[in-house]
């Protein structure tokens, strides 16, 4: 079993950052990836950016992100670190990690094991 839970989140104003963090725990293989994704409400669940685990996988952005977000891991921790600059009021919603059996990371959520509760956030215009 693998828990996953998130904190970080909360109310910015617009071009504001926030640090999101996934802690991982139970049966975590070398193999394990994490992405994080936001849905906000009436929208699904889309990619923001992901980082493979200790394999040395490349981490991956959504477009709309690049260059305003960094993902980072801590494998003492086995955590994935979400550091979000420059906050758009689009970007409002409740973001969730999701790990998955894969060095590999992916954009689909369909294709991930495991999620945590998600973490709210908010940016004002």
């Known amino acids: 079993q693998v828990e996953l839970v998130e904190s970080g989140g909360g109310l910015v104003q617009t071009g504001g950052s926030l640090r999101l963090t996934c802690v991982a725990s139970?049966?975590?293989?070398?193999?394990?990836?994490m992405g994080w994704f936001r849905q906000s409400p009436g929208n699904e669940r889309e990619f923001v950016a992901g980082v493979g685990w200790r394999g040395g996988a490349r981490e991956r952005y959504a477009d709309s992100v690049r260059g305003r977000f960094v993902i980072s891991r801590d494998n003492a921790l086995n955590a994935a670190i979400l550091q979000m600059d420059n906050l758009k009021p689009e970007e409002t919603g409740d973001y969730y990690c999701?790990?998955?059996?894969?060095?590999?990371?992916?954009?689909?959520?369909?294709?991930?094991?495991?999620w945590g509760r998600g973490t709210r956030v908010t940016v004002s215009s």
């Open positions: 999701g790990g998955r059996l894969g060095v590999w990371v992916v954009n689909r959520p369909e294709e991930y094991d495991h």
């Open positions: 139970g049966r975590i293989l070398t193999n394990y990836s």
